[in-house]
């Protein structure tokens, strides 16, 4: 199995604020990997795929990057809205894992 | 508009069996793979397994392998899972979720159920 760890656990930042969230991967993935967010009795949004392609309808302050076993989510600018847990996966392997977690908060 | 909508909460008994359905629409159902996975209270998210609404091949995550079953009706455009043999460990929420790549095994999730909470308890 492949497994995902994300840091920080948790995050604060302001409005307007450039934030970045990391996820590793135990092996390699090359570009194998999604982001979601995650709000607070919600279901899952995906975010990116192939690490840097933005899903259709996603703001574009949310990109993405990385390869092999590091991988970044960025905001460029934070909205209120972004306060949400977000959540990468790896599909390099058909046992398709999850991070963690890192949980934004917006002050 | 593409929607997935789930069946409503569940309470079981440890060792019952729970039935999730999974009505799609909006899309053609038997041209996208549709995928399980649940999420225990502030757990991270659990890949199940996922099903080809095509031709009905499941693959599961060996985690669930035995007591965990997809199916799907296509005239109804609606995939179930089934999950036995329950413990307190399997409560969750559970959502369906469609593959972005159509059947490929290697997939993320565009659209997602609004979720099923399933309760375990004596």
């Known amino acids: 199995d492949i497994q995902m760890t994300q840091s920080p656990s948790t995050l604060s930042a302001s409005v307007g604020d450039r934030v970045t969230l990391a996820c590793r991967a135990s092996q390699s993935i090359s570009r194998w990997l999604a982001w979601y967010q995650q709000k607070p009795g919600k279901a899952p949004e995906l975010l990116i795929y192939?690490?840097?392609s933005l899903e259709s309808g996603v703001p574009s302050r949310f990109s993405g990057s990385g390869s092999g076993t590091e991988f970044t989510l960025t905001i460029s600018s934070l909205q209120p809205d972004d306060s949400a847990t977000y959540y990468c996966?790896?599909?390099?392997?058909?046992?398709?894992?999850f991070g963690p977690g890192t949980k934004v908060d917006v002050k | 508009q593409v929607h997935l909508v789930q069946s409503g909460a569940e309470v079981k008994k440890p060792g019952a069996s729970v039935k999730v359905s999974c009505k799609a629409s909006g899309y053609s159902f038997t041209t996208y793979a549709m995928h399980w996975v649940r999420q225990a209270p502030g757990q991270r998210l659990e890949w199940m397994g996922w099903?080809?609404?095509?031709?009905?091949?499941?693959k599961y995550s060996q985690s669930f392998q035995g007591r965990f079953t997809i199916t799907g009706d296509t005239s109804a455009t609606t995939a179930y899972m089934e999950l036995s043999s329950l413990t307190s460990e399997d409560t969750a929420v559970y959502y369906c979720?469609?593959?972005?790549?159509?059947?490929?095994?290697?997939?993320?999730?565009?659209?997602w159920g609004q979720g099923t909470l399933v309760t375990v308890s004596p």
């Open positions: 996966q790896q599909y390099n392997n058909p046992l398709l894992t």
């Open positions: 979720a469609r593959g972005r790549f159509m059947f490929q095994p290697l997939n993320v999730f565009d659209y």
């Open positions: 099903i080809n609404t095509g031709n009905g091949n499941t």
């Open positions: 192939d690490a840097s």
